[in-house]
């Protein structure tokens, strides 16, 4: 095992990935910008090393910086967390000719499934079912409209290099297509360096289903059951996450978790991932991609399997073997995850800074907190709004959506606006309550006008 390991990342993940090294016997290290100086991640960790100022270009996405940490530090190896470097094979290449190990998969494992066309192949090649739609990137606005007349509207313009609900527009009609085209070619270029775009068919009102993944170097890969995401913001951004997916038949989970490893073994795949999907109303599930690290939702899967998933990377990375086969792996209950943001409702979610004057979190059993916050901590405008994870546990779904109801209750933070109350009636709805979900959860709940800020 690794005698040190140096975390690139900030917040609630830093001190996820801080508590599994120190529960290890493995020193941390943790990197930090000036305006991070008083973040829980850096009181918790062995060691820290100031990567910049403020803004993320700075700091945790300055290259260079997070690099000579590395080497200053003298860790073994580096944990990326999500988001930043995490999904970036030039990171993974740079670490490697440092002779440092990148805890996560093969550079060209991640080359494969960071490229939306070619993991699209990939699951074409391992006879995994995909979303009808063009195989590679679309040349131009009228190849793209043809593909729709082909597959029929409304249809989907997906940037080939996006990822975690960015980089997608519906179109309805061959007009709004032809219109939409050179702005969300534009937008794809800006946000992921890459203009290139797929045309898919939208799949009306899914239920969007993830199953976990990991594999050793030994040859080893299994999948730790499912995760079921569909309550998700306008901008596709995930707000509350539960694992297993109660009304999942077995046979259509079994068909999926045989799917999700068939396509990670497709690409060389080690360590933790997830393979996504989109499952229609007649039981019909469709790859959607595949993310090539750690999920902010694994909580969910290490409460209903009992496995440490962050732990058991450290381990895979360090290259021991894993340590169960698929046949061991049993899931228990069910778990519910809430994002707790600092983002005002009544202003469009805009985002809130400034300083946390309370914080008063839930307890009890069955709750689980991750979070980086507390009161007295400053919340910067230069990062991602997410101020904590809220995990629920119950012995079935319905204890835990009461559970979860109860949490969000006790939940309060002062000095800056969150989304807790919004949390707060939407696991009030019926809809919720009885699982009754989908991808047009959130927007239907949002024109019913059944939240009032």
């Not at 973040?39 to 270009?57: I, W, Y």
């Not at 190896?77 to 996560?104: C, D, M, N, Q, T």
Request: glycine content about 10%.
């Amino acid at each position: 095992m690794f005698k040190k390991v140096l975390i690139a990342n900030r917040g609630e993940i830093a001190c996820r990935v801080i508590r599994a090294c120190r529960e290890m016997g493995v020193q941390s290290v943790a990197i930090y910008s000036q305006a991070d100086a008083e973040s829980l991640h850096v009181k918790l960790a062995d060691e820290s090393v100031c990567v910049g100022a403020g803004t993320n270009s700075e700091s945790y996405l300055n290259l260079a910086n997070v690099l000579m940490a590395t080497q200053i530090s003298k860790a073994e190896a580096v944990h990326p967390g999500y988001g930043y470097f995490s999904e970036r094979s030039s990171f993974a290449e740079a670490l490697e000719s440092l002779g440092v190990k990148f805890i996560g998969p093969p550079v060209k494992a991640i080359e494969a499934m960071g490229d939306k066309a070619r993991a699209k192949h990939a699951a074409i090649e391992s006879g995994c079912p995909v979303v009808p739609g063009s195989e590679g990137a679309v040349p131009n606005e009228t190849e793209a409209l043809k593909i729709a007349e082909q597959i029929g509207f409304p249809v989907l313009l997906k940037a080939v290099a996006g990822g975690g609900g960015r980089g997608i527009r519906r179109v309805d009609t061959p007009d709004e297509l032809i219109a939409a085209w050179p702005q969300a070619s534009g937008e794809a270029l800006a946000s992921f360096g890459s203009g290139e775009m797929l045309v898919e068919k939208c799949v009306v009102e899914p239920r969007h289903v993830e199953i976990q993944v990991i594999g050793d170097t030994h040859g080893n890969m299994v999948h730790l059951g499912e995760r079921e995401c569909s309550v998700q913001n306008l901008r596709h951004q995930k707000l509350l996450e539960e694992a297993p997916f109660a009304d999942l038949p077995d046979q259509l989970r079994r068909k999926m978790g045989e799917a999700a490893v068939k396509v990670a073994w497709s690409v060389g795949y080690q360590n933790a991932g997830t393979v996504e999907f989109l499952v229609d109303a007649g039981g019909n599930f469709y790859f959607l991609e595949m993310n090539t690290r750690l999920q902010v939702e694994h909580p969910v899967t290490e409460e209903v399997t009992g496995i440490d998933i962050v732990q058991t990377m450290l381990k895979v990375a360090a290259g021991e073997r894993l340590p169960f086969k698929q046949d061991d792996i049993k899931l228990t209950g069910h778990a519910i995850e809430a994002r707790i943001t600092a983002q005002d409702p009544d202003k469009d979610f805009h985002p809130s800074t400034g300083l946390i004057t309370g914080w008063r979190d839930p307890g009890g059993h069955g709750i689980r907190m991750e979070t980086h916050c507390y009161a007295g901590l400053s919340v910067s405008p230069y990062y991602d709004p997410l101020l904590a994870k809220l995990i629920v546990s119950g012995k079935d779904r319905a204890e835990a959506v009461r559970r979860l109801q109860s949490a969000l209750y006790e939940f309060h933070v002062d000095g800056i606006a969150t989304n807790i109350g919004f949390l707060q009636r939407l696991v009030a709805h019926p809809d919720y309550v009885s699982g009754n979900l989908s991808t047009a959860f959130v927007p239907s709940f949002l024109n019913e006008g059944a939240y009032a800020g």
